[in-house]
T-cell receptor, first 112, second 116 residues
Framework: DQQVKQNSPSLSVQEGRISILNCDYT??????FLWYKKYPAEGPTFLIS?????DKNEDGRFTVFLNKSAKHLSLHIVPSQPGDSAVYFC???????????FGTGTSLTVIP | NAGVTQTPKFRVLKTGQSMTLLCAQD?????MYWYRQDPGMGLRLIHY???????AKGEVPDGYNVSRLKKQNFLLGLESAAPSQTSVYFC???????????????FGPGTRLTVT
């Protein structure tokens, strides 16, 4: 049973606009969350993370929001650039656990 | 600094054949992981290691074995390949685990395996 879900397989956004990628989870014990970006024929690369003691974390154009009560997190990219076109995965882990559970990914296309 | 490398990049096996996938990292990371990625399934953890000489099962360990004889290497073995093991395999490593600083994982480029 998928514990981390990304319900939108794809998203298209105009260059310069905001991209919002969503992720839901079912395990209330998850308390560390990460976003990875993946280009074709490459491995995922770490983008940004957030722990459950925060509800927001920013890094440049990327901001992750966490809503613990709704078991929902989102990644905002502002402004979106064509180079942001990739598949984005969210992942979650529990405490100091060694296992990360990944969502199925959202393919973002930024249109010039 | 090569990061995480995987060998081979592509492989085609017949059902019942065996093979070993090699993962190497030069970042002195303690933790190493093997994932498989299938369409519509995201990445699923097969096995992982928290240090040299240790291994543990992940989410989907059946049909695979692993070994971590050296800190920098993590091997994934398929003793008798099955078509259900057709997938893209990713190796990853991290400095720590859980929520401690440095827990983000660094991934290799992947191995595309087809079992016919």
């Amino acid at each position: 049973d998928q514990q981390v879900k990304q319900n939108s397989p794809s998203l298209s956004v105009q260059e310069g606009r905001i991209s919002i990628l969503n992720c839901d989870y079912t395990n209330s014990m998850f308390d560390y969350f990460l976003w990875y970006k993946k280009y074709p024929a490459e491995g995922p690369t770490f983008l940004i993370s957030i722990s459950s003691i925060k509800d927001k974390n920013e890094d440049g154009r990327f901001t992750v929001f966490l809503n613990k009560s709704a078991k929902h997190l989102s990644l905002h990219i502002v402004p979106s650039q064509p180079g942001d076109s990739a598949v984005y995965f969210c992942a979650a882990s529990e405490g100091t656990g060694n296992q990360f559970y990944f969502g199925t990914g959202t393919s973002l296309t930024v249109i010039p | 600094n090569a990061g995480v490398t995987q060998t081979p990049k592509f492989r085609v096996l017949k059902t019942g054949q065996s093979m070993t996938l090699l993962c190497a990292q030069d970042m002195n990371h303690e933790y190493m992981y093997w994932y498989r990625q299938d369409p519509g399934m995201g990445l699923r953890l097969i096995h992982y290691s928290v240090g040299e000489g240790t291994t543990a099962k992940g989410e989907v360990p059946d049909g695979y074995n692993v070994s971590r004889l050296k800190k920098q290497n993590f091997l994934l073995g398929l003793e008798s390949a099955a078509p259900s093991q057709t997938s893209v395999y990713f190796c990853a490593s991290s400095y720590t685990s859980g929520g401690a600083y440095g827990y983000e994982q660094y991934f290799g480029p992947g191995t595309r395996l087809t079992v016919t």
